[in-house]
């Protein structure tokens, strides 16, 4: 009998194999004394087992540069910077000189205070610290004890599925792509380090799945879904020809791709969609621009603080937002401003400790409240302007106050720019993301002080629901098709028509062709998508007409349950939609 697990999303695509599990942790350490006169022996071999990790992780650091890109090699300095701070370097060697402990003994025992003072908090970022420093742990302590390290992965045999409670960036880089076909976890999150490196590497993962590590056996026969976040172990025969079915069309529209890609977003009935992509990292434009997009609908930002001791420059920040504007010349290109708090927190910036991150100090709030940060932020902004259709968004704004003061912010940052003769687009658009309730019922008056509208549908939902999205207990309570996330999309898209500014939509809704047939219906016409989704929704695109798309969204509007909902989109969808696979792909509660 097969077992499903439901985690979260981490990196898109499918895999089926064999589980291997891989034993990645703390080795166990002697309780050793050092006699006085070895002390001074012992601090140095602890820094030469120091200065042997930082030069591994320097090694790992360039190499996965010259493979992915600078940024993502960048994502190595939080455990290079970790094994030369005072508080792991002194601290350590105090206990070996006060306390006579051995070096692994006193490494251990200082990390693993350091392990306790930063778990007081729950917040991803600084979960992704504590996998930074576990990762720190095993290689230095595996150093001392004499054993091989354990970042060095033997070649794997035949096709297989990684398991693990977690992993770091420098196991996923050192993952054996001929051989390993996907990876699954119980602990992650989308914006942790190690997965943006596998969304580079095109490797499915699915992050957040509770107990995997436990229940997965060596050898055990598994299929992953990084799109929907699935795993099922032991499949039957039911699962194994729902799931070879599915790649069996994902195989087609790869074949399809070049001509796809080629071919113009329109449907049956003459009306063009706008395609973007979403970027995490500035190395996925040319894989968005190789699967057909348009533009980029949402280009994530935290990319440039995660993990980071310091604030990025405004030149750094600027040759950055440059690089994307060029790299899509004929498109515009959607730069959303610093969304810290919540779940992304640099290290750099003391953030609270708060029971309700999510709606505590984040995103619009913690820039206004910290200009040091987004001063420079917006003046590279606007210099990146005169290179391609730029365009500024500022999340989670509830309030007018809020894009009130970001303009007076942008004036006084472009009159900075004219003093000093630097160029900018005088045309500049600046635009709010939908993201709340508060936001959708006050469109109106958003609407007087923006240029645009992007509906980020994933924490629209989950506001509207009061369902946590990364909390895969509650992951059958979130449901983009529930009839009041429904009729906020219909708000906004009647708004931003009567105000004459374009309303588009970059959360996960728009990469699921139910999802993208409602919104079209809505004359929601610009949708942003991760890069794998593109080709398939472009097709879908080009399969339905705005006639029935527009038929099925009024139904759905006086549908009274989700159930309701996603029968009236299943049937203006037609042929365009396997209907038989849907519930499997996307899971909506109440549905087959």
Request: charged share 25%; net charge negative; glycine share 8%.
């Amino acid at each position: 009998m097969s077992t499903v697990l439901d985690g979260s999303p981490g990196s898109e695509g499918m895999a089926a194999g064999t589980i291997f599990r891989l034993e990645w942790g703390v080795p166990v350490v002697p309780h050793r004394s050092i006699g006085k006169g070895h002390l001074a022996e012992e601090v140095d071999r602890f820094e030469s087992a120091l200065e042997w990790a930082r030069s591994r992780l320097v090694e790992d650091k360039a190499a996965t540069a010259e493979r992915l890109g600078e940024v993502e090699g960048r994502i190595f300095d939080p455990q290079i910077l970790m094994l030369q701070d005072p508080e792991v370097v002194d601290g350590t060697a105090g206990y070996i000189r006060e306390n006579r402990l051995s070096a692994e003994w006193a490494f251990e025992l200082r990390m693993l205070e350091l392990r306790a003072m930063w778990s007081r908090t729950s917040h991803p970022m600084v979960l992704d610290r504590l996998n930074d420093l576990e990762d720190v742990m095993i290689r230095v302590l595996h150093r001392l004890l004499g054993k091989n390290d354990p970042a060095d992965l033997v070649a794997l045999d035949g096709d297989v599925i990684v398991v693990a409670p977690n992993l770091t960036p420098s196991l996923a880089v050192k993952l054996d792509l001929e051989n390993v076909r996907g990876v699954a976890t119980d602990h992650g999150t989308r914006t942790a380090h190690w997965v943006m490196i596998a969304r580079s590497l095109e490797l499915p993962a699915v992050v957040g799945l509770g107990n995997v590590s436990k229940k997965a056996q060596d050898g055990q026969p598994a299929m992953l879904d990084g799109r929907i976040g699935r795993v099922v172990l032991d499949p039957d025969d039911t699962d194994q020809a729902t799931f070879q079915a599915r790649r069996a069309r994902i195989s087609e529209w790869e074949k399809e791709i070049a001509v796809v890609t080629a071919l113009e977003p329109v449907t049956l009935d003459g009306q063009h969609v706008e395609l973007r992509v979403n970027l995490d990292l500035p190395g996925e434009s040319a894989q968005a621009l190789a699967h057909g997009a348009d533009g980029v609908g949402l280009f994530r930002t935290e990319f440039l603080v995660a993990g980071r001791n310091s604030m990025p420059s405004e030149e750094e920040q600027y040759q950055v937002y440059r690089a994307a504007a060029e790299a899509f010349p004929q498109g515009a290109v959607y730069i959303r401003t610093f969304d810290l708090g919540g779940d992304k927190f640099p290290m750099f910036l003391h953030m609270p400790q708060e029971e309700n991150p999510f709606l505590g100090w984040r995103a619009v709030r913690v820039c206004l409240d910290r200009p040091d940060l987004f001063r420079p932020q917006l003046r590279a902004l606007l210099r990146a302007t005169p290179h391609g259709d730029v365009r500024i968004m500022i999340p989670l704004v509830n309030d007018v106050d809020e894009i009130r003061q970001v303009r007076e912010l942008l004036g006084e940052e472009a009159a900075g720019l004219e003093r000093d003769g630097i160029p900018y687009n005088r045309g500049y658009k600046l635009g709010v993301m939908i993201e709340t309730p508060a936001a959708a019922l006050d469109a109106a008056e958003l609407a007087r002080y923006s240029d645009f509208f992007s509906i980020g549908t994933n924490d629209l939902v989950q506001y509207t629901l009061a369902v946590d999205r990364t909390n895969t207990r509650l992951a059958r309570l979130y449901n983009p098709f529930h009839p009041a996330v429904v009729r906020q999309l219909h708000q906004v898209a009647r708004v931003g028509r009567a105000a004459g500014i374009e309303v588009s939509v970059c959360g996960e809704m728009a990469a699921n062709p139910l999802g993208a047939l409602l919104l079209l219906g809505l004359d929601i016409h610009a949708l942003s998508m991760a890069w794998p989704s593109i080709p398939e929704i472009k097709k879908f695109v080009r399969e339905v007409r705005m006639e029935d798309a527009r038929k099925a969204a009024r139904k759905a509007l006086a549908a009274p349950t989700s159930r309701d909902v996603i029968s009236c989109l299943v049937e203006g969808a037609g042929d365009a939609v396997d209907q038989d696979s849907f519930a499997v792909r996307w899971s909506m509660p109440g549905y087959a």
